[in-house]
Structure formats: structure tokens, C-alpha cells
């Protein structure tokens, strides 16, 4: 079989409506002013900017900055060494909170909505590379129902990221290839909600005053 049709074959496996008007919606959707900015570790400091930007322009009243993976620094930089990086651009540091226990992506939205539900929010906005936003989504809305929450979790990736450069050992392509992969892997074991419960949040969420 030629490489053309093995890709191929690969995609069908992966592209339907439902999956493909889910990533649609998680790529372009409307933030509102919410309780905090979630930073999440990865793709080293890639998602600095965003988040500041978010915070600056007072959509977001906290920083929450989460991670402790301690891998390759030009991947995973821990919530600490994030830490640095807004306290150097003259982010209050009372307006940041350190989430350093988690170790992948299912930890950090269970971490997350510790902090959420102890201080209150009703409102968040995630922070992921262009890649990783749609299995941070789905993810921390299974992590929310996990704790009886429900609130609104918008979506804000970091879209200026060059697709065919090197991050280490893969282009953002193919970790976005990787990611579908890692979707059905969470899926398995219950640590992301449906596609279809996604859209019916976001429906949710978007006639919320």
C-alpha cells in the first residue's frame, strides 16, 4: 500500500462531522472575562504571551499556571519556571497561583478544579498550544463533571505558532496527529467526555448570560 493511501486510510479513521466541527469551535472560540487564565505546561514558553495578553487586557483576574512534568525544558518547563517568566513581565504575584503536582494533561485539569472549586470561579479561560487545545477541552470538561462542577471553560489557543517547525523531535502537525491518537487513548479510560458532550456544553455555554 502506498504511503498516500495509508495516510489516508489513517485520516477516514479520524475525520467525521462531529470531530470536525468540535475542533472548528475550540479554534475559534468567544472568550469572555473570566475568574482566571489557565497557563498549561507545555510546548516550553509558547503560551507566555497569550496568557499575559489575556491577563493585561483584564480579561482574567488570576494566573493559574499548571504543571510539574519535569521533562525535556523545551517541551515541559515546571509551574515555577513558568512563575518566573510572569513575575519578570510585572505580573503581581498575589494574582498567581502555582500548580506544580500534576503530571500530564488529565492531572492538571483534575488540580485545576481543586482550585476552582475551592475559591469559587464560575468562569475560566485554557491556555494551550494550537495542537493540544481540543484534548485540554475535552479533558477538563471531564475533569469539571468529575467534581460536580459546572462552569464555563473557554477556549484560547495560541494560534501565531509555525506548524512545520521542529519542537524537539516532532513538527506541530504531527503532534496534532499525535493528539488524535491520545484522544481515543483518554477516551479509554474515561479522562475526556464525548465529542458530542462537548457540543452540547458549548451549545450550553453560549446562552449563558
Known amino acids: 500500500m502506498r504511503a498516500s493511501q495509508s495516510n489516508g486510510m489513517m485520516w477516514h479513521n479520524y475525520m467525521n462531522t462531529e470531530l470536525t466541527t468540535i475542533t472548528a469551535i475550540v479554534s475559534n ?10 497557563w498549561l505546561e507545555g510546548d516550553g514558553l509558547a503560551r507566555r504571551d497569550e496568557v499575559i495578553r489575556i491577563f493585561e487586557q483584564g480579561l482574567a483576574d488570576y494566573v493559574v499556571v499548571s504543571g510539574g512534568f519535569k521533562g ?3 517541551v515541559a518547563i515546571p509551574a515555577p519556571g513558568l512563575a518566573e517568566e510572569l513575575y519578570a513581565r510585572g505580573i503581581p504575584k498575589e494574582k498567581i497561583v502555582l500548580e506544580s503536582a ?22 475560566i479561560i485554557l491556555v494551550a498550544s494550537h495542537y493540544h487545545q481540543l484534548r485540554a477541552y475535552l479533558t477538563f470538561l471531564r475533569s469539571m463533571e468529575n467534581v460536580g462542577l459546572k462552569i464555563r471553560i473557554y477556549n484560547a489557543p495560541v494560534r501565531d505558532l509555525p506548524w512545520f517547525a521542529k519542537v524537539v523531535d516532532k513538527n506541530r502537525k504531527e503532534l496534532f496527529e499525535s493528539e488524535l491518537k491520545k484522544i481515543e487513548e483518554y477516551s479509554a479510560k ?6 458530542q458532550d462537548a457540543l452540547d456544553y458549548q451549545e450550553w455555554k453560549e446562552k449563558q448570560v
Open 190 to 195: 474515561n479522562h475526556v467526555v464525548s465529542i
Open 102 to 123: 500534576s503530571q500530564n494533561t488529565f492531572e492538571q485539569g483534575t488540580e485545576v478544579m481543586k482550585i476552582i472549586a475551592e475559591r469559587g470561579w464560575q468562569k
Open 72 to 74: 525535556n525544558p523545551e
Open 29 to 38: 472560540d468567544a472568550i469572555k472575562k473570566s475568574d482566571a487564565v489557565i
